[in-house]
């Protein structure tokens, strides 16, 4: 008999709003497309409105309108699951174990990538929070919320009540905290120990609660995955303010929208908001802007004082974006002379000394490796948690997702590789293959998440000793075939990789 069926009883749990119905599957209880606030276009979030009666929350939310319509980027590292769309995607999903003896257990909460401008809490079949929730015996929320033009078009040049319409895709997030900060308990959840995890723009929306005072209470720790913000990063040109009102000001008046008739912006569609955009910018180049809300990232404007005491995991891996692309055949064929010249031609001066500085850093690594070596996400990362400790953090770890997959050595793990490992779902993504090295490493990364989310320190039996990170001592654990905490084993080879690599182009994907 299979054990994971949905039981004919289902779960009621009384929330600040209301009463909602999920599912039972197995000993968990799921909760899907909970409202945790509502808006109006381009305005700040509000609390949602309360009802009668039973809600029943059996299926997925709508998600944000998507600047890459139905397409995926080629490096989605699963199945990837298309969802209904909507401006009102303020919505959360909820996994919980049965509860007993009203104990309270740690929480989860996911927070998606995609920069700021695509993505979903379910894009990809991996994100399943059944796993990590079932087997670590903890809640798992996963959110939604606005993105891109909805999320942070900065119209505060056309009224008062737009000033802020440039960072309500992340004010989304912390009432989305806020939500679970109220509510978590009626699932079993314990509001006063709240992990906050995001990988790439989910990290970038990390680092976000961290700046915001009015998001201190919501959570006690965080993980930001490959989404670190550095000093003039990738990922941030519509963070200047500047840039990002003359970018709104050039949409509106190709869409003949003044100060005067400003109330017609309610009325365009989503579509011509989208032409508009991409006539004066690209899709991708959203992010929040600095205001009297959002100060800024750490690594721009230091970490705020009211954070300092928050512990965070700082990740990224050894792949992210490559640029210097080669097939598992071109790469067999090579001989050690081969890729000296491969490197030489590639990274022309630097790369007699990138490659003498991989050897050292690498040493269990192929040569080859340094085609797919990144360190835009590892610099920012660096940057950051630089910040942290300059505000007295105490508790900053780093990682580096270092090893290859599949496990013939072919490819260097790339951006959000590890995702489905810390799920517990690399069995969902066929390049994890999870026989052998993979289970080890889906052990690794499970393990070292539950510990801290469940105390706040990532030590596991699958790593060697891990200390926080001090000044001037950038202490990394690098994730490999065989795990090591080194330190400041990297810092010239990320400066030479982010001067000498080619830049990484994101471009839209073509049908």
Request: net charge negative; hydrophobic share 35%; aromatic share 12%.
């Amino acid at each position: 008999m299979n054990q994971y069926v949905f039981e004919e009883t289902r779960p009621v749990v009384e929330t600040k709003y209301g009463k909602l119905r999920g599912v039972t599957y197995g000993d968990m209880n799921i909760f899907m497309g909970i409202e945790y606030a509502h808006a109006k276009r381009f305005h700040m979030p509000e609390e949602p409105e309360c009802w009668e009666g039973i809600k029943n929350a059996y299926q997925h939310g709508p998600i944000s309108m998507q600047v890459l319509d139905t397409n995926p980027f080629f490096y989605y590292r699963g199945i990837h699951v298309l969802e209904k769309q909507s401006e009102d995607c303020q919505n959360l999903n909820i996994w919980a174990p049965k509860t007993l003896n009203e104990e309270k257990r740690p929480v989860f909460v996911w927070i998606h990538g995609g920069g700021f401008f695509a993505g979903n809490a379910y894009e990809e079949i991996s994100f399943d929070g059944f796993n990590l929730a079932h087997h670590g015996d903890i809640i798992f929320v996963s959110i939604n919320h606005r993105l891109n033009i909805f999320g942070h078009l900065n119209l505060e040049d056309y009224g008062e009540e737009f000033k802020n319409s440039a960072n309500v895709g992340i004010f989304d997030v912390v009432m989305a905290l806020k939500w679970v900060h109220e509510n978590i308990a009626a699932f079993g959840g314990d509001p006063e120990n709240v992990t906050i995890c995001g990988h790439s723009g989910g990290g970038g929306k990390v680092q976000c609660m961290y700046q915001i005072e009015e998001c201190v209470p919501y959570f006690q720790r965080g993980i930001c995955l490959s989404g670190a913000r550095g000093k003039n990063g990738a990922g941030t040109a519509m963070g200047d303010r500047e840039t990002s009102r003359a970018v709104a000001k050039a949409m509106l008046d190709d869409l003949g929208i003044t100060k005067e008739n400003i109330n017609e912006i309610y009325d365009v569609p989503f579509s011509a908001l989208l032409e508009a955009c991409k006539k004066h910018s690209s899709p991708f180049n959203w992010s929040p802007v600095k205001n009297d809300f959002f100060p800024g990232f750490p690594a721009e404007v230091g970490l705020m004082e009211f954070s300092k005491d928050k512990p965070i995991i700082y990740g990224s891996t050894l792949g992210e974006f490559p640029t210097l692309k080669l097939t598992a055949e071109e790469k067999a064929a090579m001989t050690e002379e081969d890729k000296v010249a491969f490197f030489r031609e590639k990274l022309g001066e630097g790369a007699d000394r990138m490659m003498e500085l991989f050897k050292e850093a690498y040493p269990d690594h192929d040569l080859i490796d340094l085609a797919a070596h990144d360190s835009r996400c590892r610099l920012g990362a660096i940057q950051s948690i630089e910040k942290h400790l300059e505000a007295g953090c105490k508790e900053v770890y780093n990682f580096l997702a270092a090893y290859n997959v599949p496990e013939d050595g072919s490819i260097p793990i790339w951006h959000g590789g590890e995702v489905a490992y810390i799920f517990m779902n690399e069995d969902k993504v066929l390049a994890l293959n999870p026989a052998v090295y993979g289970q080890l490493y889906g052990k690794i990364f499970s393990s070292l998440v539950l510990n801290y989310v469940k105390t706040g320190n990532p030590n596991c039996n699958y790593l060697p000793q891990w200390h926080p990170v001090t000044k001037g001592e950038m202490r990394t654990m690098i994730i490999d075939k065989k795990p090591r905490e080194a330190v400041n084993f990297d810092t010239e080879l990320v400066e030479l990789s982010a001067k000498y690599m080619p830049k990484f182009k994101l471009v839209l994907p073509t049908k």
